[in-house]
């Protein structure tokens, strides 16, 4: 049993819930790995769209963009990233914009997190390791 919960909590972290996510999946830890990728793939255009839209000072669209970043990144179980882009969002609507591009930093840290649970989840299952 404890053997069991040690490995569940490998599995968590602050960056990404693999157990969470694979159960949205109904199991497909392969599916999950796929969407993690497509989603990691996909950030250095969402980003540097949302500094660009940060530098021009437009709250609404910096709202919009961090709004759907937060929402695949909660759907990907990567919890990190959801609650930074959380946190872009709620600024923007407050039009607290002065702290926003540290926000931006923090989001791409976070993202190389989850980057980084992603290739050791990948390694872990080419080492035949239990998903």
Known sequence: MIHQMNRASERNSD???REELVGRLLGN???AQRMLCQFLDAIPEEIDLLESVIRIGDPKEIATLAHRHKGTARTLAARRVADV??????QAWEGSTSNLLSLVDELRTSHSH???ELEAWAGEASDGAPE
């Open 15 to 17: 960056a990404l819930n």
């Open 29 to 31: 830890a392969e599916l």
């Open 85 to 90: 882009a959380s946190e872009i969002e709620r």
């Open 114 to 116: 989850l980057q980084n």
